[in-house]
């Protein structure tokens, strides 16, 4: 086979993404099956890795999870609701508090991160940050940012080089413009739930005050920064809608863990 037929298909794809952009001008909407593509790529790779809980055994955990998730996802702020995947996995390491969300909306949370919240709340406003991130499409727009969408697209093609996109997306840093932009989301999200819309700012708070080893991971890829926990507030008082929220014990997911 001709070594150079990949190339020139990789130039056509481009030229042709160019042009429908151009012509569709102002009413250009992104292409979010793409998000979707290299979302499955990138899920794929992490659950082979991973010590992912299994749906079946864990079913009383996931069906817990998914429940919050799917509240917030009933927000009209959700512009693709129906277009991305939303599945949640359940990371079993307790040493790790995280929690991350891949193109195409589907979300990685740790066990760790589970174990340090007290209410269904503030896992809420974590998830609302992450689901942020994917409808922001802030990977996306990061991955084209620093590497062009020609290597995207090459692994599109069917090159067997997810595990580098895995690896290239997953340790993409957000920026603070990202990461300001994922909580005021969190905030809105919220705010259309029972939940307390800034229940975000208790996660924060909290390991600003505490020196916890196992925070690093989270902060690894989403930066601290010192008025984080101030934005929020201004965000839920500008939209005023702060309230009690369900203040639900996070305990019966807890028990429904690995012991
Ligand atoms: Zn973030």
């Known amino acids: ?27 250009y909407k992104p292409n979010v099956s793409r998000d979707v593509r290299i979302g499955r790529q990138v899920r794929d790779e992490v659950v082979r890795k991973a010590p992912i809980l299994d749906r079946q055994q864990y079913a009383s955990a996931y069906q817990q999870l998914e429940k919050i998730t799917n509240t917030i996802l009933q927000s009209p702020h959700i512009r693709f609701r129906t277009e991305f995947e939303w599945k949640v996995y359940i ?12 193109p195409g909306g589907y979300i990685f949370v740790y066990t760790g991160l589970i174990r340090y919240l007290d209410t269904e709340d503030q896992l809420a406003g974590v998830l609302g940050h992450e689901i942020a991130h994917a409808e922001r499409r802030h990977s996306i727009k990061n991955l084209n940012k620093r590497i062009g969408t020609s290597i995207a697209l090459t692994i ?18 957000f920026s603070r413009s990202s990461e300001r932009e994922a909580d005021k989301y969190s905030v809105m999200y919220l705010a259309d739930t029972p939940y307390r819309c800034n229940a975000l700012s208790d996660f924060f708070d909290r390991m600003a005050k505490e020196n916890n080893q196992k925070k ?26 702060v309230k009690n929220g369900t203040r639900r014990s996070l305990n019966t997911l807890k028990n429904a863990l690995p012991r």
């Open 156 to 173: 599109l093609l069917g090159s067997n080089n997810t595990a580098n996109l895995a690896n290239t997306l997953l340790g993409l840093t």
């Open 91 to 102: 990371v079993h390491d307790d040493n790790t508090l995280n929690a991350f969300v891949t």
């Open 216 to 241: 690093a991971a989270w902060l690894s890829t989403h930066p601290a920064s010192e008025d984080r926990v101030v934005n929020i507030n201004r965000q839920a008082n500008k939209i005023n809608c």
């Open 1 to 27: 086979m001709d070594k150079k037929q990949p190339i020139y298909l990789l130039i056509f794809i481009t030229f042709l993404s160019i042009t429908s952009c151009t012509m569709q001008g102002q009413a």
